[in-house]
């Protein structure tokens, strides 16, 4: 792929045999940041898994650098009042699968009471695709609907590697301070060594590099944590 000449020069400045401390990773990345938009800084980390594992797991970072989330919850009675109490955008049962099977998608993620996944799940090839399927595994699909609305207004997150075993996660924007943005970094890479698989042997996480939207990664000592 054919890159520009801002790109390039961010190139330049970077030394790929060297792995940096978060913190100076961080600053390295602000500094080379050149679009004129806030750029979100996103976390990598590549795994050593096998292709049948995955990692995966939510939590709450100590920063938060996204607007409020539009938080949808599939519930009837009692539950939805609940969730509604909670604060929810949106809060309804068949009239919300309806209008989302028609095409609306105006929401950014989706929780679901136990007792309605047999018919939300209609919604899976809707949803699935787009990330928005309530999953216990990320504890969206709950009986504990204040507690779960909670967490998202607070910037719960979910971290998955994908199928080459790599986590990708957004972890704050290029005006945060460094401090902040570091502190997220340090927690999910605690978080994802939790996560390491039993049979694992050697090297479990093999590299990690930080990097903004549209500027070049930087590696970050792949020691930081504990192996």
Known sequence: MKRGKKYRDAVTRVKKADQLPVLDAVDLVKDLAYARFDETIELHMNLQLKKSINVRDTLVLPHQFIGEKRILVFAKGDKAAEATDAGATYVGDDDLIEKIRGGWLDFDVAVATPDMMKDVGRLGPILGRRGLMP???????????????????????????????????AVGKVSMESQKVAENISLIISEVRKKRPADTKGTFVKSIAVSSTMGPGVRIDSTVGGE
């Not at 998202?152 to 199928?163: A, H, M, N, T």
């Open 135 to 169: 999953n216990p595994k990320t504890q969206t699909v709950t009986n504990d609907v204040k507690a779960a609305i909670d967490e998202l207004r607070k910037g719960r997150v979910e971290f998955r590697s994908d199928k080459t075993g790599v986590v990708h996660l």
